[in-house]
């Protein structure tokens, strides 16, 4: 009796560790520093600012939008995203990537975009049409 | 022929804040039975069930010895038969389905000769096929008596023996208690006084209900 | 073991002839997944949203059904002959063992509904979503049951038992969702690995602590 709470305590300390270890390698890491990014080829969200002069191109058939990104040491990557450009993607200020670094290209599985407070963005909207 | 003894040592029983007994000592040896009375409310059933090891005594405590060895508490399921007001049966099977998968469980071997004789012991052999939902208080309260003896106990609890029961059912539980194994212990909890025949001593658990009182 | 195998027995008998569990489970998935369907009409969502949406119909259907073992022998009352007849950890893995079984089933009908409806519900590592779907139909199992053990001994039932199997199935969820979406993107097993051996932990720890607790929890 006493044995059987003995021995499952210590499995259950045992796991604990290893669930709580685990636990904090599974959280995706932000990284700023693109060289970074590109060397260690890992799962990670990056976070930059969309390269305007280099534009974007969206394949709407096949469901692709690709962009340039470069952070604040200027490095830049070129980013591909399997999906639709978010909205309000023009007016970002910050963009932010979760995927990883792949044969010279990012291969983005979800994009964030941070706009500046609404009011300005609707600033920005009417100025711009 | 085995030696089994129950000893009970101090033992209380409160629910929530209401105390329900306390202070109760007691010990009985193979071949003996005993009788409980006591008010309504006054904790007979409460202490069968804590005696069936289904329920958790709040103090003190109990220990059956089979053969001068401490039965666990998980293994006392394995000695006792338990009969009871309150006892309900899997009513989506018939009483032949019930036995068979009670032997099962408990991992018995048991042919269906041996469940028939059971069921043909409590009467209810003609009806074995029939669901326990359809059965009558008397049927059901017999089938519980084929449920407690399936596996060949050492102790019986008897929680209300007689109720329900006709003639003919009362009439066995006399046999049953009577011709009980020579080295097994019977405990009866009761207030009817013609049930009082089947125990030497009893015990009344009025006694045990106000102890606390100081 | 022969034990645990006939109370999981007698569960599954019982389930075929009363149909407590299966009904309502199968009711749910239906309007769940019909729900999501029509709210989605012609529209794709993004993968990852697929992902999520099928661990929330896992989850709320095992809060549905699982709960049913303990709750309905007691409601019953004949939780006194069960423990009458067995001892505790035989009672607790036999109706381990028929949760088990009943989340394999219906899952697999979750899933399969999900790639019949569902282009965008694409699984293109195999390998990875099955070890997940494994681990976590285990672990699913393995809380639902502590937890209904739980419940049907308290004396408000109904209601809490999401509010005691979120906070302990959530980290549960939050790594299949991962997985799912992982094998979704045909990634390699390795790139979630960490997720996996939360999984394998949670499992184990929910299936030794529920042996050690569940005596105590049975006879109140
Ligand atoms: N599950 C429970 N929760 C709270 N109180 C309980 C519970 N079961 C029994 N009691 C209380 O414990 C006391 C003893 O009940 P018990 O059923 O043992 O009495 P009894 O002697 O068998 O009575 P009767 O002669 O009516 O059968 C009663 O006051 C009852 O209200
Ligand atoms: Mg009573």
């Known amino acids: 009796m006493k044995a059987r709470y003995f021995i499952g305590g210590i499995i259950i300390v045992l796991f604990l560790g290893l669930l709580f270890y685990n636990f904090t390698r599974t959280n995706i890491e932000y990284e700023s520093d693109f060289s970074k990014v590109m060397q260690s080829g890992k799962v990670c969200k990056a976070t930059g600012v969309w390269v305007k002069e280099k534009s974007f191109e969206e394949d709407i058939k096949n469901r692709t939008f690709v962009f340039y990104l470069r952070d604040a040491k200027n490095n830049q990557m070129k980013v591909i995203y399997r999906g639709t450009k978010p909205n309000n993607f023009e007016i970002a200020t910050n963009v932010v990537v979760t995927g990883k670094f792949e044969d010279g290209v990012f291969h983005a599985t979800d994009v964030l975009t941070k706009c500046p407070s609404k009011y300005e963005g609707q600033n920005i909207n009417t100025s711009g049409s | ?214 | 073991m022969k034990k645990i195998y006939y109370i999981f027995y007698k569960d599954f008998s019982s389930e075929l002839r009363m149909r407590f569990a299966i009904n309502a489970l199968i009711m749910f998935v239906i309007v769940a997944v019909s729900t999501i369907l029509f709210s989605l009409g012609s529209e794709n969502a993004p993968q990852n949203v697929y992902a999520g949406m099928f661990w929330v119909v896992v989850f709320f259907s095992a809060m549905s059904g699982l709960s049913r073992t303990f709750v309905s022998e007691e409601e019953r009352g004949t939780s006194l002959i069960l423990s009458l007849i067995a001892n505790p950890i035989s009672i607790f893995l036999g109706k381990f063992l028929f949760n088990l079984v009943l989340i394999f089933f219906i899952n697999s009908i979750i899933t399969m509904l999900y790639m019949f409806l569902f282009q965008e519900f694409l699984i293109k590592n195999w390998m990875s979503f099955l070890l997940a779907f494994l681990l976590g139909n285990f672990g699913i199992a393995a809380s639902s049951t502590i937890i209904a053990a739980i419940i049907s001994k308290a004396n408000v039932k109904g209601t809490l038992y999401p509010v005691l199997a979120f906070p302990v199935l959530l980290p549960l969820i939050l790594m299949l969702i991962e997985i799912t979406k992982s094998a979704m993107e045909g990634n390699p097993i390795n790139d979630v690995e960490a997720e996996f051996l939360v999984l394998v932990s949670y499992d184990v720890i929910m299936i030794t602590a529920s042996i050690l607790v569940f005596d105590i929890i049975w006879r109140d």
């Open chain 2, 1 to 214: 022929m085995n030696k089994i003894d129950l000893i009970v040592t101090n033992l209380k029983k409160t629910f929530n804040r209401r105390l329900v007994f306390d202070g109760l000592n007691f010990e009985i040896k193979s071949g003996e039975k005993l009788i409980i009375t006591g008010k309504n409310g006054s904790g007979k059933s409460t202490l069968m069930k804590i005696l069936a090891g289904v329920l958790t005594e709040s103090a003190g405590f109990f220990q059956y010895i089979l053969n001068d060895k401490k039965v666990d508490r998980e293994n006392i399921y394995q000695i006792v038969g338990l009969v009871s007001p309150y006892l309900v049966l899997y009513d989506e099977f018939t009483a032949f389905e019930n036995l068979k998968l009670f032997a099962r469980i408990r991992n018995i071997k048991m042919s269906d000769e041996e469940i028939n004789q059971i069921l043909k012991k409590v009467g209810l052999f003609d009806r074995r096929n029939d669901l326990v939902r359809t059965y009558s208080s008397g049927m059901k309260q017999r089938i519980k008596y084929a449920s407690a003896i399936l596996h060949n106990p050492l102790v019986l609890l008897l929680d209300e023996p007689t109720s329900n029961l006709d003639l003919d059912g009362k009439n066995f539980v006399d046999e049953l208690v009577e011709d009980f194994r020579s080295d097994g212990i019977v405990l009866v909890a009761t207030n009817e006084s013609q049930d009082f025949k089947y125990g030497q001593n009893i015990i009344n658990l009025d006694n045990f209900h106000n102890i606390q009182v100081k």
